[in-house]
């Protein structure tokens, strides 16, 4: 297996955005990426884009011609990703494996959603669920959340005051990202005084529904030099299971798909949640950040919400957490995020996240959940080869 190297990245802002359609913001994000490696399109060599469902948001199916098609990369090889929310990490994933094999040299890692055509996008995205066992009788996403919130302050005490943090944390760092959908600060009183959704979890618990996109570009990490001088490094990239009814699980406060494949990802890469100097989680609502901080080893089972509290997950805090805003505030285009979440440490890395900059990172981790955690997908970035 040959090591693969990320040389150009880009994200399209995330938000409402009426004035760009999905294939504008899908090939505005390609050609970014392609323009950030110093390459051009006679350069690529295939294509992976992470979506959920342009089907159901969009009635369009067939995607992947559409895009090589208007980015007019003809007859560029492009395929389809879909793992619900994951759909972007095992985009990115697909892309690595095609260059690690040598099936493959420079290859375009990508995402897109436009969610904001439809009247209700509930619907939609409930789709992400057991249909039988939970989307028809009723179950949405934030009340699948809620339970899953529930049960974690049940076990261990976690407050609605500790689970705001999560949200207040994204919206700080969110408030430095010019690409972010909402670039507002928020307090804890703001969270806990909006309205219920699903309760325990309100309005400012929740990510919002957004549209955009995010690409990558990898190629073998021997060529990476030619493209770039800053190239970033892939350590490890790992995927799990589990099952896709909340029901069926052992566990409501842990995602087993992510302790393991993160436990994977840290063995491949050599390194322990110590080394992380920013991780990107799927804080699709705020009790997930927590589950995140917990699974990934970062604070032990039960300690997150007080780790929170404390301010441990601020960017000069112990692990910076979401320096991008995460979901919360960066937005939450369910096939782009976990490109997104990709690109945002790539920028840690490199030194270029401006005003949201960890000072000195140098290793990097995401997070990327599809569902409830029914998919899992790692990946550990390094400025060091
Ligand atoms: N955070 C902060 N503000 C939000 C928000 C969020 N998550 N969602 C909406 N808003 C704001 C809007 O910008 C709007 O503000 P404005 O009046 O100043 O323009 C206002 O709240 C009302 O927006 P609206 O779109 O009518 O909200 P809604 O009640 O229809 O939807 C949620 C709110 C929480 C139900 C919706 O954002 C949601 O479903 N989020 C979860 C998405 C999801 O499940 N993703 C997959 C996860 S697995």
Redesign the pocket.
Known sequence: MRDVAIVGVSQTKFG?LWDKSFRDLIVEAGLKSIQDANMSGEDIDSIYVGNMSAGLFLDQEHIAPLIADHAGLNPVPCARVEA??ASGGLALRQGIMAVASGYYDNVIAAGVEKMTDIVD??PA?AA?SDQEWEAQQGI???AL?AMMAKRHMYEYGTTSEQLAQMAVNGHENGSKNPLAQ?QNKITTDQVLRS?K?ADPLR??D????SDGAASIMLCPAEDAKKYTDTPIYIKASTQASDTIALHSRKSLTTIESTVTAAKKAYDIAKVTPKDIDAVEVHD??TINGLLAIEDLGFFKKGEGGKALEDGETKIDGKIAVNPSGG??ARG?P?GATGIAQAAEIVWQLRGEAGKRQVDGASIGMTQN?G??GGTAAIHIFSRDQ
């Not at 929740?206 to 529904?209: A, E, G, H, L, T």
Request: charged residues 5%.
């Open positions: 409402e619900a929310c996008a509930t995205i992400a949405t996403f934030p959340y909402f309205g959704v309005l400012l929740c990510s919002p529904v699709c609502f979901l919360k939450h369910l959940i569902g409830t």
